[in-house]
């Protein structure tokens, strides 16, 4: 059973707008949530994380904010850029866990 | 500092043949994992290690074993391989903090089974 849904299989956005990748999880007990970026024929790469005592964090143009109550995250890219172009995993884990669950990915297409 | 680093990167088998992935991190992490992703599927994982000697099964790890015999090496094998293995395998460590920090991934190895 999915417990981290990406319902949008992809997006497409124009450069220099915002790029909002939205994540859905079920399980009330994840605690820490990450975004990963994935190239085609490469590894997927850390972006950026938040705990559930926050509910907002940034790292230059990624912001991440966390609604626990609705047990929703997003993703925020602005401006967005050509190379932003990849595949976005939302990921989410338990306190003291040993496993990453990891949604099925949000395609994202910035265009010139 | 290499990272993660995992071999090789494509491989082709036949049906019932074995083979290990190789899979090593020089940045002294104590966790490292295996995660399979095959197309609409995301990420899943496959067999994780809190430590040297210690492993512990994931989401799906029917057909393959693990061992963790060094902090910097954590390979994966297929015993008998079947076409349900093909995918793109990826090897990933942390440090742990409590629970999970961050992972870092390798750049993954592509399996064809036939």
């Known amino acids: 059973d999915q417990q981290v849904k990406q319902n949008s299989p992809s997006l497409s956005v124009q450069e220099g707008r915002i790029s909002i990748l939205n994540c859905d999880y079920t399980n009330s007990m994840f605690d820490y949530f990450l975004w990963y970026k994935k190239y085609p024929a490469e590894g997927p790469t850390f972006l950026i994380s938040i705990s559930s005592i926050k509910d907002k964090n940034e790292d230059g143009r990624f912001t991440v904010f966390l609604n626990k109550s609705a047990k929703h995250l997003s993703l925020h890219i602005v401006p967005s850029q050509p190379g932003d172009s990849a595949v976005y995993f939302c990921?989410?884990?338990?306190?003291?866990?040993?496993?990453?669950?990891f949604g099925k990915g949000t395609s994202l297409l910035v265009t010139p | 500092n290499a990272g993660v680093t995992q071999t090789p990167k494509f491989q082709v088998l036949k049906t019932g043949q074995s083979m290990t992935l190789q899979c090593a991190q020089d940045m002294n992490h104590e966790y490292m994992s295996w995660y399979r992703q095959d197309p609409g599927m995301g990420l899943r994982l496959i067999h994780y290690?809190?430590?040297?000697?210690?492993?512990d099964q994931g989401e799906v790890p029917n057909g393959y074993n693990v061992s963790r015999s060094t902090t910097e090496d954590f390979p994966l094998r297929l015993l008998s391989a079947a076409p349900s293995q093909t995918s793109v395998y990826f090897c990933?460590?942390?440090?742990?903090?409590?629970?999970?920090?961050?992972?870092?991934f390798g750049p993954g190895t592509r399996l064809l089974v036939l």
């Open positions: 990921a989410a884990s338990e306190p003291s866990g040993y496993a990453l669950n």
């Open positions: 290690s809190v430590g040297a000697g210690i492993t």
């Open positions: 990933a460590s942390s440090y742990m903090r409590g629970g999970l920090t961050a992972q870092y």
